[in-house]
Nanobody
Framework: VQLVESGGDSVQAGGSLKLSCVIS????????LGWFRQAPGKEREGVAA???????????YYADSVKGRFDISRDNAKSTVYLQMNSLKPEDAAIYYC????????????????????WGQGTQVTVS
């Protein structure tokens, strides 16, 4: 399983970016795909996640800090999960990682990094 992110860039506050994550080698019918971020000196935190079964998106989850501004989606034909980020703030600046759980995640919290087994290399987002 490989996850490759792209789309990170430097933008001004209030701007938008769309991150992409291409997934290859996938073999799990049920999984949660998530976006995480890590700023310097801070722990990695969950931003958004999408639960899918058989390729069908069943539910989405968002951190309170990004609700109403970020949107997670997936395109099965392209094996890609996206993170549309609007109204960006300086505190959104971080390295953003795509991750996959490799199966269902029990409990209501779908944004804990501990529940994800596969990770991309990250893409840098700078907001000034």
């Amino acid at each position: 399983v490989q996850l490759v992110e792209s789309g990170g860039d430097s933008v001004q506050a209030g701007g938008s970016l769309k991150l992409s994550c291409v997934i290859s080698g996938w073999r799990y019918p049920s999984t949660v795909l998530g976006w995480f971020r890590q700023a310097p000196g801070k722990e990695r935190e969950g931003v958004a996640a999408i639960y899918t079964y058989g390729g069908v998106a069943l539910d989405t989850y968002y951190a309170d800090s990004v609700k109403g501004r970020f949107d997670i989606s997936r395109d099965n034909a392209k094996s890609t999960v996206y993170l549309q980020m609007n109204s960006l703030k300086p505190e959104d600046a971080a390295i953003y990682y795509c991750a996959a759980s490799g199966g269902p995640i029990r409990g209501p919290n779908k944004l804990s990094p501990r529940d994800y087994n596969y990770w991309g290399q990250g893409t840098q987002v700078t907001v000034s």
